[in-house]
C-alpha cells in the first residue's frame, strides 16, 4: 500500500530519557554513567535547574551553554526549549565545534512529566528525522518512593511511562519487597533494578528502543515488554493480562487506576479500522491514554507495521524491512490510568461495526 515510511531507527541517534522524583538520584546516577569508559561517546543535557552540579566534571567551555567534561562528554544545559537545544547540538556535532556523539542523554527536572518529551521525541519532524527515543530510566528512592506516589501523580506518571525503574538508597531501608511490588503494579512491563549510588552497567540501562544494540536488529518481543506478559498465545483480541496497580487504604487515588494490558489478534487487522480505533481514543481519553506500543500484521503488508504514542501524540507508523520471527499476531500494549481493557476492546469493536 506505501501508506507508512521505512523504518530507519537505527540511523537515528538514540536519545535516553533519565527523570524521576525530587531527590531520587538522577544527578548521581549521570555522574557515574559519565565516568565510564564506554560512556564517553554521550552528549547529556540537563535542566539549568539541577539539583545536583555537574560542574566539577567540567574541563573546557565550548560557549555559553555547552561543555566538555573530564571524561570526553558533551553536556549543556535547557535554556530555553528543548528542541532548539537538541537541534543545537546536532548542529555543532556535524560542524566540527564539539567532539562527536553517538547518544544523548536528557535528565529532567523532579517535576517534570516526562511525556512532552517523549511526544516531541515521537512526533516533531524537526527532531525525529535525526534522533529515537531510546530508553526512559526512571529512579525511584526507597526511602521516600511510597510518601511520594501517594501524594505525588508526577511521581506516578514517571514510573509507569518508564522501561527501566532503578531503585536508590537501597542501603538506607530495610526491606524494598513491597516497593518493588507496587512498582510491578503500576508497569509490569519495565526492567527494575537496584542500584548502589549509581552504579550500573549501562548495557543494562539502555537499548529499551526497537532496535537491540546488542543484536544490531529488531527486537519486537523485547520492545513490547512481553516478559510481562505471562500467556503466550492470546485468542484474537484478548490481552496476555490486564494488570491494574495495587489500591488500598494507605494508597492515594494517584496509582489506583493505571492500568496495563496487551490485546493480540490473530487475524490481520485493517489499517483504516485501526486509524479510526486509535483516533477515538485519543480524542476521547487521550490525557488517560499514558502509553501505547504496537505491532500490526495488516492487510495488505507484507512486513509488519509499528505504532507508538504517549497521550494525543503517535510516531508515524513505521513498516519493518520483515517480521522478526514467526509470530504474526497483531500485539498492542497500553498503559493507561482509568481506561480499561474492557473499554479499550468496545470501542474497536464499535468501530468495527460501523465499517
Given at each position: 500500500?506505501?501508506?507508512f515510511?521505512?523504518?530507519?531507527?537505527?540511523?537515528?541517534?538514540?536519545?535516553?530519557?533519565?527523570?524521576g522524583?525530587?531527590?531520587?538520584?538522577k544527578?548521581?546516577?549521570?555522574n557515574?554513567?559519565?565516568?565510564r569508559?564506554?560512556?564517553?561517546?554521550?552528549?547529556?543535557?540537563?535542566?539549568?535547574?539541577?539539583e545536583?552540579?555537574?560542574?566539577?566534571?567540567?574541563?573546557?567551555?565550548?560557549?555559553?551553554e555547552?561543555a566538555?567534561?573530564a571524561?570526553?562528554?558533551?553536556?549543556?544545559?535547557?535554556?530555553?526549549?528543548?528542541?532548539?537545544?537538541?537541534?543545537?547540538?546536532?548542529?555543532?556535532?556535524?560542524?566540527?565545534?564539539?567532539?562527536?556523539f553517538r547518544?544523548?542523554l536528557v535528565e529532567?527536572?523532579g517535576?517534570?512529566?516526562p511525556?512532552?518529551?517523549?511526544?516531541?521525541?515521537?512526533?516533531n519532524p524537526l527532531?525525529?528525522?535525526f534522533l529515537?527515543?531510546?530508553?526512559?530510566?526512571?529512579?525511584?528512592?526507597?526511602?521516600?518512593?511510597?510518601?511520594?506516589?501517594?501524594?505525588?501523580y508526577?511521581?506516578?506518571?514517571q514510573?509507569?511511562?518508564?522501561?527501566?525503574?532503578?531503585?536508590?538508597?537501597?542501603?538506607?531501608?530495610?526491606?524494598?519487597?513491597?516497593?518493588?511490588?507496587?512498582?510491578?503494579q503500576?508497569n509490569?512491563?519495565?526492567?527494575?533494578?537496584?542500584v548502589d549510588?549509581?552504579?550500573?552497567d549501562?548495557?543494562?540501562?539502555f537499548?529499551?528502543g526497537?532496535?537491540d544494540?546488542?543484536?544490531?536488529r529488531?527486537d519486537v518481543?523485547?520492545?513490547?515488554n512481553?516478559?510481562?506478559?505471562?500467556?503466550?498465545?492470546?485468542?484474537?483480541?484478548h490481552?496476555h493480562?490486564d494488570r491494574?496497580?495495587h489500591?488500598?487504604?494507605d494508597?492515594?487515588?494517584?496509582?489506583?487506576?493505571?492500568?496495563?494490558?496487551?490485546?493480540?489478534?490473530?487475524?490481520p487487522?485493517?489499517?483504516m479500522a485501526?486509524?479510526?480505533w486509535?483516533?477515538?481514543l485519543?480524542n476521547?481519553?487521550?490525557?488517560?491514554?499514558?502509553?501505547?506500543?504496537g505491532?500490526?500484521?495488516l492487510?495488505?503488508?507484507a512486513?509488519?507495521?509499528v505504532?507508538?504514542?504517549?497521550?494525543?501524540?503517535f510516531?508515524?507508523?513505521?513498516?519493518l524491512a520483515a517480521?522478526?520471527d514467526?509470530?504474526?499476531?497483531s500485539?498492542?500494549?497500553?498503559?493507561?490510568?482509568?481506561?480499561?481493557?474492557s473499554?479499550?476492546?468496545?470501542?474497536?469493536?464499535?468501530?468495527?461495526?460501523?465499517?
Amino acid at each position: 500500500m506505501g501508506l507508512f515510511e521505512t523504518d530507519r531507527s537505527a540511523q537515528r541517534l538514540p536519545v535516553s530519557l533519565i527523570t524521576g522524583f525530587l531527590g531520587s538520584g538522577k544527578t548521581t546516577l549521570l555522574n557515574r554513567l559519565l565516568r565510564r569508559d564506554d560512556m564517553k561517546d554521550s552528549a547529556v543535557i540537563i535542566n539549568e535547574y539541577g539539583e545536583v552540579s555537574l560542574d566539577h566534571l567540567l574541563v573546557e567551555r565550548v560557549d555559553g551553554e555547552v561543555a566538555v567534561l573530564a571524561s570526553g562528554c558533551i553536556c549543556c544545559t535547557i535554556r530555553s526549549d528543548l528542541e532548539q537545544t537538541l537541534r543545537d547540538l546536532l548542529v555543532k556535532r556535524d560542524r566540527g565545534e564539539i567532539p562527536p556523539f553517538r547518544r544523548i542523554l536528557v535528565e529532567t527536572t523532579g517535576l517534570a512529566d516526562p511525556a512532552p518529551i517523549v511526544q516531541l521525541l515521537l512526533n516533531n519532524p524537526l527532531v525525529s528525522h535525526f534522533l529515537r527515543l531510546d530508553t526512559i530510566v526512571t529512579t525511584v528512592d526507597a526511602v521516600n518512593a511510597s510518601h511520594q506516589l501517594d501524594r505525588q501523580y508526577e511521581a506516578v506518571k514517571q514510573v509507569a511511562l518508564a522501561d527501566r525503574l532503578l531503585i536508590t538508597k537501597r542501603d538506607l531501608v530495610d526491606d524494598v519487597g513491597l516497593l518493588e511490588l507496587r512498582l510491578r503494579q503500576l508497569n509490569p512491563g519495565a526492567r527494575i533494578e537496584t542500584v548502589d549510588h549509581g552504579e550500573i552497567d549501562p548495557a543494562q540501562l539502555f537499548g529499551a528502543g526497537l532496535i537491540d544494540p546488542e543484536k544490531k536488529r529488531i527486537d519486537v518481543a523485547r520492545w513490547l515488554n512481553e516478559h510481562a506478559f505471562a500467556e503466550p498465545h492470546a485468542h484474537a483480541g484478548h490481552s496476555h493480562h490486564d494488570r491494574h496497580a495495587h489500591h488500598d487504604h494507605d494508597h492515594h487515588d494517584h496509582d489506583a487506576s493505571i492500568t496495563s494490558f496487551m490485546l493480540a489478534f490473530d487475524e490481520p487487522l485493517d489499517w483504516m479500522a485501526v486509524t479510526h480505533w486509535l483516533a477515538h481514543l485519543r480524542n476521547a481519553r487521550g490525557a488517560d491514554l499514558l502509553r501505547v506500543k504496537g505491532i500490526l500484521n495488516l492487510h495488505g503488508e507484507a512486513a509488519p507495521v509499528v505504532i507508538h504514542g504517549v497521550h494525543h501524540v503517535f510516531h508515524p507508523p513505521v513498516a519493518l524491512a520483515a517480521w522478526p520471527d514467526s509470530d504474526r499476531r497483531s500485539r498492542i500494549v497500553f498503559i493507561t490510568r482509568g481506561i480499561s481493557r474492557s473499554d479499550v476492546l468496545e470501542l474497536w469493536r464499535a468501530v468495527r461495526a460501523a465499517a
